[in-house]
């Protein structure tokens, strides 16, 4: 029902963006005479033939994006100029042209320049995921990453994943006993998001749970236009889809602000929201943080740090069925560390290498985002070719992580590739392997939700691998995946059967 409503969706997008072609036409034809002359003399990068007025648009239109610019990048090379109407685009598909670029214009591409609504908690103007780098954006950024984020406070938010993971690990126990079979994406997804929404509201915060995770799915569904919005900006981009956005917003305002008030009334704040209503009091210093801030910045954090570990979850079980070996050899682990007698816990990820190594092979072959989307703030060089200023850019990092110049045998599941390696670097060699391996993005904007997303991704596969035998429907998982969304989603339901491997429940530390 859900993908009917979106194909439907995605035609009336289609349809919308060719009419706008054609009321663009004039506008078009007149700015791009304009921008021609002003980057006379350039040496743009390579470029694919176009179309008149829409550029490379009909490049674009497919239904799995970063496939269709993988096939033009392998045709035509790793660094390429496209247009979209007059909106010019620098495609960057490898991992050495990746890495120069970073090097040094990290700084230069360190804004989105995402059309955003004005006073919208979603997709608006005091999102963190659309602020445009500066002092506002450093400014939050340092509260995330330090006192949100960072190890201590992720220390002191263990307990509540301990929680989840235990009420994941019976009610999986429940369905082995009845012989019932799970959906993988769902269970990982109720993990997740329970997880997330308590870390953010506090422990008592479960009513609305549901209503969240409805909220996300809808989001996700529109991710495509957002993908078309971003491109294009503003005021074509933002117009195709204002409607949805704004009835989104309300209702995720709805749901935060009943959760803040009751937060507020019975002084129940999570450490999340503690600290940031710490910032919105003014306790903490040069910037003011509003409660639209904080709504906004929640709301980027579901949407990032719910789907993301949840489809990687999915994929990394998927590729495990299909190489049984590898679950052999994961279970040894698992076995060997860990006593018997008790579930595996998030303490336990460091002393486990190869289950580490799992989830990154997962993440290298199936990025859940897989296209970073930025902007040139000034004109500059990369490879010796010109930029002009304001130029979008698009890093397909599913492209990089699978360029077959760095990775041996790059299109097969090989988690030993991540394995400790006895060699030692140099600090040179350290930075390029870190600016290779880029599933969570790259620079001053890249994920702050790394961390987070190791401990529960870790420890989900774990529990999963550690407590149950699967049974799963064929002999194959089909890995086919979604089209018509930005993420890089499972198309088919992961369904399988659990089989308890213990007769007597293990002990959870929670
Ligand atoms: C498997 C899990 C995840 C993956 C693969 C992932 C991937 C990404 C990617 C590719 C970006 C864009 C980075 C760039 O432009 O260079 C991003 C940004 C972001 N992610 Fe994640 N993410 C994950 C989990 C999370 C979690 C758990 C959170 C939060 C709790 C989170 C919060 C964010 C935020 C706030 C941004 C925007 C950063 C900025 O604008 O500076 N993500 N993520």
Not at 67 to 95: C, E, M
Not at 208 to 217: A, H, M, P, W
Not at 276 to 293: D, S, V
Request: proline share 6%; with cysteine.
């Amino acid at each position: 029902m859900a993908a009917a409503w979106f194909i439907v969706d995605f035609q009336n997008s289609s349809i919308c963006i060719l009419l706008c072609l054609f009321s663009f036409l004039c506008y078009s034809f007149f700015f791009l005479k304009k921008r021609n002359n002003s980057g006379q003399g350039c040496v743009l990068p390579p470029s694919p033939p176009s179309l008149p007025i829409i550029g490379h648009l009909h490049l674009l239109l497919s239904p799995i994006i970063h496939k269709s610019l993988q096939k033009l990048s392998s045709k035509h090379g790793p660094l390429l100029y496209l247009r979209l109407f007059n909106v010019p685009i620098i495609l960057v598909s490898s991992a050495s042209i990746a890495y120069e670029l970073f090097k040094t214009q990290d700084e230069n591409v360190s804004t989105r320049n995402l059309p955003t609504n004005e006073g919208s908690i979603f997709f608006g103007s005091s999102g963190f995921i659309t602020q445009p780098y500066g002092g506002y954006f450093k400014f939050v950024k340092k509260i995330v990453t330090t006192k949100l984020l960072g190890p201590q406070a992720l220390e002191r938010s263990r307990g509540i994943r301990a929680d989840e993971a235990n009420r994941f690990y019976l009610n999986l126990i429940d369905k082995a006993t009845k012989n019932e079979s799970v959906e993988i994406a769902e269970e990982a997804m109720k993990l997740i998001s329970n997880s997330m929404c308590k870390m953010l509201l506090g422990k008592g915060f479960s009513e609305d749970q549901e209503k969240v995770r409805g909220l996300l799915d809808e989001t996700d569904l529109m991710s495509m236009k957002f993908f078309v919005a971003a491109i294009l900006r503003k005021p074509l981009g933002i117009s195709l889809f204002e409607k949805d956005l704004a009835s989104i917003s309300h209702r995720y305002d709805e749901v935060l602000e009943k959760s803040l008030l009751e937060c507020e009334q019975h002084n129940q704040s999570s450490d999340m929201l503690t600290v940031l209503l710490e910032a919105c009091q003014g306790k903490t210093g040069e910037y003011k943080i509003t409660r639209n801030h904080i709504k906004s910045l929640f709301v980027d954090f579901f949407i990032a740090g719910t789907n993301n570990p949840t489809n990687t979850i999915k994929w990394t079980m998927a590729e495990i069925f299909n190489n049984p070996k590898i679950l052999g050899r994961l279970r040894e682990e698992i076995d060997s560390v860990i006593e018997k007698t008790r579930l595996i816990q998030e303490t336990d990820l460091p002393n486990l290498p190869y289950l580490q190594a799992v989830v990154k092979e997962a993440l290298r072959l199936h990025p859940p985002a897989p296209l970073i989307l930025r902007n040139f703030r000034e004109a500059c060089k990369v490879k010796g070719f010109d930029v002009l200023e304001k130029t979008t850019l698009v890093v397909n990092i599913y492209d990089v992580m699978r360029d077959p110049d760095i990775w041996e045998d790059p299109k097969e599941f090989k988690p030993e590739r991540f394995l400790p390696s006895s060699r030692s670097f140099q600090e040179d060699e350290i930075k390029e392997e870190i600016l290779k391996y880029i599933p969570f993005g790259i620079g001053r904007r890249g994920c702050p939700g790394s961390n987070l997303s190791y401990l529960s991704v870790g420890t989900a596969i774990g529990v999963m691998v550690q407590c149950f035998d699967w049974k799963i429907e064929g002999d194959k998982i089909n890995m086919e995946e979604v089209p018509r969304t930005m993420t890089l989603t499972m198309a088919h339901p992961l369904k399988c059967t659990p089989i308890l491997r213990n007769v007597k429940p293990l002990l959870s530390i929670v």
